[in-house]
C-alpha cells in the first residue's frame, strides 16, 4: 500500500507563512528564520562546514536526460516507465520495493532507477531488507523515515528517531548503501514543525546516546510545497550534507493573489524549483510530486492514461538541466 497521503490541509497555512518569509514576505502561521538556522526546544546545532559540491549521478550512457530528476510515484506499470523513461532518471514509491507489476531492469532498459524507503523506524524487518539490496547491488541508496515531524506521517520524535538510526547505519555497513533521510518538511508535530528545531533535537539525542557520535547521514531529504524553495534549503545547510529534494510542487492556496490555482502556474512554479534544484551543486536528486492524482486540485499530475504523459508531464521532461 502507498505510504503517502495527502498532508493534513493544517499545514497548508505555515507552508505560505514559512515560504513568504523566506521570500522576505510574512503570514499569520509562525515565523522562519534565514540562512542561520534556528534555535528551539530541541537546541542548537553548532554551525558545520557547508556540503562540497556533489556530483550528479551518472546518466544512462546514451540517454541525454539530468540524472537528478524524478518522481515520487507508485509507477505499477511499463507503459508509464517508458513514457516518464526520455526525462526521467529515478523514482521511489515510499516502500522497500517497487511495485511487482513494475518492469524489471528497468536501469538498463529504460534508464531509470528505483530507490527504496524504509518509511518509518519499526515497520521493516532488516534481514529481508538487507537480502534484497544484497540481490540488487545497482541499488546505491536508502531513502529513511518520511516526514517524521508530521504527526499523520511517520510522527517520529527526534528521540525516536535517533534511537532507530543506528539499526539504518547497520543496514548501511553491511550493505553498502548511501543514507538519505528523515526526509523533513515543516510539520505538524507539536514544538518540532519546523525541520531545523527537530533536527536539532534529533542530532543531540543520538550524540547522546551514541558518544558525542555524529550520526551517518549521507543526504538530507526534504519537501516542499510552496514558493522559497531555494530559502527553505539554505537553512539546512548548516548540517554540512547535500540534498535530495524527495518531493515537491507548489500548492499555495491562500486566496492572496499568489495562489496556484492553474496550469499555467503551476508549470511555471515547476520551472522555477526545477532551475533551483538543476542549478545547486548541493542538490543531487530530487522528484515531482506526483504520478497521477484524481482529481488534482493544484495541477501536479504528470500522467493521465496509462503509458500517456500530461501537459504537465511533458513540461517536466522538457525542461533543461
Given at each position: 500500500m502507498l505510504m503517502?497521503?495527502?498532508?493534513?490541509?493544517?499545514?497548508?497555512?505555515?507552508?505560505?507563512?514559512f515560504a513568504l518569509?523566506?521570500?522576505g514576505?510574512?503570514?499569520?502561521?509562525?515565523?522562519a528564520?534565514?540562512?542561520?538556522?534556528?534555535?528551539?526546544?530541541?537546541?542548537?546545532?553548532?554551525?558545520?562546514?557547508?556540503?562540497?559540491?556533489?556530483?550528479?549521478p551518472?546518466?544512462?550512457?546514451?540517454v541525454?536526460?539530468s540524472?537528478?530528476?524524478?518522481?515520487?510515484y507508485?509507477?505499477?506499470?511499463?507503459?508509464?516507465?517508458?513514457?516518464?523513461?526520455?526525462?526521467?532518471?529515478?523514482?521511489?514509491?515510499?516502500?522497500?520495493?517497487?511495485?511487482?507489476t513494475a518492469?524489471?531492469?528497468t536501469?538498463?532498459?529504460?534508464?531509470?532507477?528505483f530507490?527504496?524507503?524504509l518509511?518509518n523506524d519499526?515497520?521493516?524487518?532488516a534481514?529481508?531488507?538487507?537480502t534484497?539490496?544484497?540481490?540488487?547491488?545497482?541499488?546505491?541508496?536508502?531513502?529513511?523515515?518520511?516526514?517524521?515531524?508530521?504527526?499523520?506521517?511517520s510522527n517520529?520524535?527526534?528521540a525516536?528517531?535517533?534511537?532507530?538510526?543506528?539499526?539504518?547505519?547497520?543496514?548501511?555497513?553491511?550493505?553498502?548503501?548511501?543514507l538519505?533521510?528523515?526526509?523533513?518538511t515543516?510539520?505538524?508535530?507539536?514544538?518540532y514543525s519546523?525541520?531545523?528545531?527537530?533536527?536539532?533535537?534529533f542530532?543531540?539525542?543520538y550524540?547522546a546516546?551514541n558518544g558525542?557520535?555524529?550520526?551517518?547521514?549521507?543526504y538530507?531529504?526534504?519537501?516542499w510545497?510552496?514558493?522559497?524553495?531555494?530559502?527553505?534549503?539554505?537553512r539546512?545547510?548548516?548540517?554540512?550534507k547535500p540534498?535530495?529534494?524527495?518531493?515537491?510542487?507548489?500548492?499555495?492556496?491562500?486566496?492572496?493573489?499568489?495562489q496556484?490555482?492553474?496550469?499555467?502556474k503551476?508549470?511555471?512554479q515547476?520551472r522555477?524549483?526545477?532551475?533551483?534544484?538543476?542549478?545547486?551543486?548541493?542538490v543531487?536528486?530530487?522528484?515531482?510530486?506526483?504520478?497521477?492524482?484524481?482529481?488534482?486540485p493544484?495541477?501536479?499530475?504528470l500522467?493521465?492514461?496509462?503509458g500517456?504523459?500530461?501537459?504537465?508531464?511533458?513540461?517536466?521532461?522538457?525542461?533543461?538541466?
Amino acid at each position: 500500500m502507498l505510504m503517502h497521503t495527502l498532508r493534513s490541509r493544517a499545514v497548508a497555512p505555515l507552508l505560505m507563512a514559512f515560504a513568504l518569509a523566506a521570500c522576505g514576505g510574512g503570514g499569520d502561521g509562525g515565523t522562519a528564520t534565514g540562512n542561520g538556522g534556528s534555535t528551539g526546544s530541541g537546541g542548537t546545532l553548532a554551525p558545520s562546514t557547508p556540503a562540497a559540491p556533489v556530483t550528479p549521478p551518472a546518466a544512462t550512457p546514451g540517454v541525454t536526460k539530468s540524472a537528478k530528476r524524478g518522481i515520487a510515484y507508485d509507477l505499477a506499470t511499463t507503459a508509464d516507465v517508458a513514457a516518464l523513461a526520455p526525462g526521467v532518471s529515478w523514482w521511489y514509491n515510499w516502500s522497500p520495493r517497487p511495485s511487482p507489476t513494475a518492469p524489471v531492469d528497468t536501469r538498463t532498459a529504460y534508464g531509470m532507477d528505483f530507490v527504496p524507503m524504509l518509511w518509518n523506524d519499526y515497520a521493516f524487518d532488516a534481514a529481508t531488507v538487507e537480502t534484497w539490496l544484497k540481490d540488487h547491488p545497482e541499488v546505491k541508496y536508502l531513502l529513511l523515515m518520511n516526514e517524521p515531524n508530521l504527526t499523520d506521517q511517520s510522527n517520529l520524535s527526534p528521540a525516536a528517531a535517533a534511537a532507530a538510526w543506528p539499526q539504518f547505519e547497520a543496514i548501511a555497513a553491511r550493505t553498502g548503501v548511501k543514507l538519505v533521510g528523515p526526509a523533513l518538511t515543516w510539520g505538524t508535530m507539536p514544538g518540532y514543525s519546523d525541520p531545523v528545531v527537530w533536527l536539532d533535537a534529533f542530532y543531540n539525542a543520538y550524540r547522546a546516546a551514541n558518544g558525542n557520535r555524529n550520526p551517518q547521514i549521507d543526504y538530507l531529504a526534504f519537501h516542499w510545497y510552496d514558493y522559497g524553495l531555494g530559502g527553505q534549503l539554505d537553512r539546512l545547510t548548516k548540517y554540512g550534507k547535500p540534498f535530495w529534494v524527495t518531493e515537491f510542487a507548489n500548492w499555495h492556496d491562500n486566496a492572496d493573489g499568489a495562489q496556484v490555482d492553474t496550469l499555467d502556474k503551476q508549470k511555471a512554479q515547476m520551472r522555477e524549483m526545477v532551475a533551483t534544484c538543476e542549478q545547486r551543486t548541493d542538490v543531487f536528486r530530487y522528484a515531482w510530486f506526483t504520478g497521477r492524482w484524481n482529481p488534482d486540485p493544484h495541477y501536479t499530475s504528470l500522467l493521465g492514461a496509462d503509458g500517456e504523459l500530461s501537459e504537465l508531464g511533458r513540461y517536466y521532461l522538457s525542461l533543461p538541466f
